[in-house]
């Protein structure tokens, strides 16, 4: 599949018209039609910090090739997330107010504004537009998370305080539109137009597709994401195709497991095509309602050294241990152990020498909200 054309117009009509003349008698026999309204809005939101050690000691401080745990030594804010959301009725909207380490990683290619993007802290702002009688589906326009990965943006939402590979190698969020209808009970299909990876001013003038699927069952499910599109600067040309496809399965209440594959490929013309792929699988085993436990091995390949900036095969293991203090608070304590095939972590003072690093961290995260 190629991209050769530009996309400049994402045209979407919503046409909604009722005209009817009633008597006195009809009007009161019939109900009035219901409005839609901008509340009520729901509220709810994260914080959640935490404390990292890493046994090489880097004087960096940084643990390598981590997205949001990446403070080595130091008591770290990851995120404090503030959420007003109103569900379509048939308008709606989203707006994640964010600060902390996780929301300077996200944003870190779009380009300074007088110092700051103040798009840097509205994780999420989108509208939504979902009519009654269009069999479920729902248009969204702004900012919005992508589609993409096992793990998402919050951390009490995962099984893990650390993001995996697959996690912080892909797209955080995009900039555009997006259309997404149930087509049977177990099966929804969407189609996205996005600027791109990561960046709501677009760096090229084409634009990047967005495919998903999502199947449920009773125990399974199984999503799809595939992105295709120009992301290179200031040119069309060598577009980035990118797969991600995730299998749960619940056999019962306490034993969950997931498999998630990821391949990309960055095409270069006249060039080596650069591309990257990993898989991991994450058990979580509850063994009460305040306790679980939960191990993840990954297995993550960047051949041209694209994404790291180095050509490497990488290993990691996470065993995470979830303590429900309270309701809506949550500890962690975790371990991990990250391999390289080539010298790249930190050690000391020496900077990409080490073949491996490990890890122990303590993360607090409280939660709140109408479903919690």
Same mark, same amino acid.
């Given at each position: /599949?190629?991209?050769?054309?530009?996309?400049?117009?994402?045209?979407?009509?919503?046409? /909604?018209?009722?005209?009817?003349?009633?008597?006195?008698?009809?009007?009161?026999?019939?109900?009035?039609?219901?409005?839609?309204?901008?509340?009520?809005?729901?509220?709810?939101?994260?914080?959640?910090?935490?404390?990292?050690?890493?046994?090489?000691?880097?004087?960096?401080?940084?643990?390598?090739?981590?997205?949001?745990?990446?403070?080595?030594?130091?008591?770290?804010?990851?995120?404090?997330?503030?959420?007003?959301?109103?569900?379509?009725?048939?308008?709606?909207?989203?707006?994640?107010?964010?600060?902390?380490?996780?929301?300077?990683?996200?944003?870190?290619?779009?380009?300074?504004?007088?110092?700051?993007?103040?798009?840097?802290?509205?994780?999420?702002?989108?509208?939504?537009?979902?009519?009654?009688?269009?069999?479920?589906?729902?248009?969204?326009?702004?900012?919005?998370?992508?589609?993409?990965?096992?793990?998402?943006?919050?951390?009490?939402?995962?099984?893990?305080?650390?993001?995996?590979?697959?996690?912080?190698?892909?797209?955080?969020?995009?900039?555009?539109?997006?259309?997404?209808?149930? *087509?049977?009970?177990?099966?929804?299909?969407?189609?996205?137009?996005?600027?791109?990876?990561?960046?709501?001013?677009?760096?090229?003038?084409?634009?990047? *597709?967005?495919?998903?699927?999502?199947?449920?069952?009773?125990?399974?499910?199984?999503?799809?994401?595939?992105?295709?599109?120009?992301?290179?600067?200031?040119?069309?040309?060598?577009?980035?195709?990118?797969?991600?496809?995730?299998?749960?399965?619940?056999?019962?209440?306490?034993?969950?497991?997931?498999?998630?594959?990821?391949?990309?490929?960055?095409?270069?013309?006249?060039?080596?095509?650069?591309?990257?792929?990993?898989?991991? *699988?994450?058990?979580?085993?509850?063994?009460?309602?305040?306790?679980?436990?939960?191990?993840?091995?990954?297995?993550?390949?960047?051949?041209?050294?694209?994404?790291?900036?180095?050509?490497?095969?990488?290993?990691?293991?996470?065993?995470?241990?979830?303590?429900?203090?309270?309701?809506?608070?949550?500890?962690?304590?975790?371990?991990?152990?990250?391999?390289?095939?080539?010298?790249?972590?930190?050690?000391?003072?020496?900077?990409?020498?080490?073949?491996?690093?490990?890890?122990?961290?303590?993360?607090?995260?409280?939660?709140?909200?109408?479903?919690?």
């Amino acid at each position: /599949m190629a991209l050769k054309r530009d996309l400049f117009v994402v045209l979407f009509t919503v046409s /909604m018209a009722a005209a009817q003349t009633q008597g006195p008698l009809d009007a009161q026999s019939q109900p009035t039609p219901k409005d839609w309204s901008i509340g009520p809005v729901d509220f709810s939101g994260t914080i959640d910090g935490y404390y990292s050690l890493n046994f090489n000691h880097p004087a960096s401080g940084v643990n390598s090739l981590r997205n949001f745990d990446d403070r080595a030594g130091s008591i770290s804010l990851n995120m404090a997330e503030l959420t007003l959301k109103h569900d379509p009725d048939p308008i709606g909207f989203r707006v994640d107010l964010g600060f902390g380490r996780a929301f300077d990683v996200m944003h870190a290619a779009e380009p300074v504004v007088r110092g700051r993007n103040l798009l840097d802290n509205l994780a999420q702002v989108y509208a939504s537009v979902k009519p009654n009688r269009w069999g479920g589906l729902q248009f969204d326009f702004g900012k919005f998370y992508t589609s993409a990965g096992a793990e998402v943006t919050e951390s009490y939402l995962n099984w893990n305080y650390s993001r995996s590979y697959l996690y912080a190698t892909a797209p955080y969020y995009h900039f555009g539109a997006r259309v997404s209808r149930p *087509l049977t009970g177990w099966f929804t299909a969407g189609l996205q137009v996005v600027n791109g990876w990561n960046n709501v001013s677009d760096n090229n003038s084409g634009k990047t *597709l967005g495919f998903t699927t999502s199947m449920t069952g009773k125990n399974i499910s199984w999503t799809n994401a595939f992105y295709a599109g120009p992301e290179k600067s200031g040119t069309n040309e060598g577009n980035r195709y990118f797969w991600d496809t995730v299998v749960t399965v619940a056999p019962s209440a306490k034993s969950a497991l997931y498999v998630n594959f990821d391949y990309g490929v960055d095409k270069v013309n006249n060039g080596q095509d650069r591309d990257f792929y990993g898989i991991a *699988l994450a058990h979580r085993y509850a063994f009460n309602r305040w306790f679980s436990l939960t191990p993840r091995v990954e297995l993550y390949r960047d051949a041209q050294g694209f994404i790291t900036g180095t050509a490497q095969t990488l290993k990691e293991f996470t065993m995470t241990a979830e303590w429900k203090v309270a309701k809506c608070f949550l500890t962690r304590a975790e371990y991990r152990r990250d391999w390289s095939d080539k010298p790249f972590f930190d050690r000391g003072n020496e900077r990409g020498n080490a073949m491996s690093q490990s890890t122990v961290l303590i993360g607090l995260i409280a939660y709140f909200g109408p479903k919690h």
